[in-house]
């Protein structure tokens, strides 16, 4: 296989599963992506251990219990995805993890978020995907029971089998909705981010593949339920608007007219298009006040005011 089908591959699957994805030949990289744009690498701490297991196809627990999943392609290349997201978040690991990453202190809170709304995948869904590209690519059966699983070697045995259990239980129990809950609310939140810093781009890349995301229940029936989703998303991005230097009033008045567009709406497909579209324009206002051109600046609006 050619290295640009692999790159494409890659991207395809970092887009499909909302997740990181490499491409390494030997100890070169010649390919990441993350549709959340995690930069440094978080896999950094981990990824010795990936180039030199022997395995063809595997999984690694991070100490926040998060997933590492690697295989090897038909040239030989190594394909590595994740993280998913944090399942065990405790401050000593967290510390070591940021420290070892080199993260500046200003910069961890938002770092973190990023690694809060990675995918939520379990380990045995993990194996299933990578035994199935296994297949794929080698055009022969690969069984899901030769992915090796690597579990953190201070866990208990018991610890281990109590883990597995609950990877088995459907997706729909109280711990899963409470994970997407919190995975919805860190997707929330980078878009906010992104909104206040007007960094549009990364806004355009990010609805290029979104994340499962769990939105409260506030109408009883779907068109009712994403215009409210619409109303509540322009009061909260408004909000992020202003704090990033957009003018009150006109920031209120956007807000007044998208509430007002959507109400017309009939068609939950064009009701999420419309949000999209007014996320992404209030991003690119305050994009023009950190970046202006002539008469858009806001010394110009002073002086003309």
Do not use: C
């Given at each position: 296989m050619d290295t640009e089908t692999c790159i494409e591959m890659c991207r395809g699957l970092a887009k499909a599963y909302s997740i990181a994805a490499r491409l390494y030949e030997g100890e070169v990289s010649l390919f990441y992506y993350s549709v959340s744009h995690i930069r440094p690498d978080p896999l950094g701490p981990h990824l010795r251990q990936i180039l030199d297991c022997?395995?063809?196809?595997?999984?690694?627990?991070?100490?926040?219990?998060?997933?590492?999943?690697?295989?090897?392609?038909?040239?030989g290349q190594r394909m590595i995805l994740g993280p998913t997201r944090i399942s065990q978040e405790d401050s000593k690991n967290t510390e070591l993890l940021l420290a070892m990453l080199d993260i500046r202190q200003e910069?961890?809170?938002?770092?973190?978020?990023?690694?809060?709304?990675?995918?939520?995948?379990?380990?045995?869904?993990?194996?299933?995907?990578?035994?199935?590209l296994m297949t794929a690519l080698h055009g022969k059966a690969f069984p899901v029971e030769k992915v090796w699983f690597q579990i953190r070697p201070e866990s208990s045995q018991s610890a281990i089998q109590s883990e597995y259990a609950r990877q088995q239980l459907d997706t729909a129990n109280d711990e899963d909705i409470r994970q997407t809950v919190a995975q919805s609310y860190a997707w929330e939140q980078?878009?906010?981010?992104?909104?206040?810093?007007?960094?549009?781009?990364?806004?355009?890349?990010?609805?290029?593949a979104p994340p499962k995301v769990q939105a409260g229940r506030i109408a009883h029936d779907g068109l009712?339920?994403?215009?409210?989703m619409g109303i509540c998303t322009a009061t909260g991005i408004s909000r992020a608007a202003i704090r990033g230097g957009l003018d009150p009033q006109l920031a209120f008045s956007m807000s007044d007219l998208y509430i007002q567009k959507l109400e017309l709406m009939r068609d939950v497909s064009t009701v999420e298009r419309l949000i999209q579209e007014m996320i992404l324009d209030f991003s690119e206002q305050v994009e023009k006040v950190y970046h202006p051109t002539g008469g858009e600046s806001r010394f110009y609006r002073m002086c003309a005011r």
């Open positions: 022997e395995a063809e196809a595997g999984i690694i627990t991070t100490a926040l219990y998060q997933f590492y999943g690697f295989l090897t392609l038909p040239g910069e961890r809170e938002n770092y973190l978020r990023l690694l809060r709304s990675a995918p939520i995948i379990s380990g045995d869904r993990f194996a299933w995907l990578l035994a199935s980078m878009v906010i981010s992104y909104v206040e810093n007007g960094q549009t781009e990364l806004l355009r890349e990010l609805f290029s009712r339920q994403i215009k409210n």
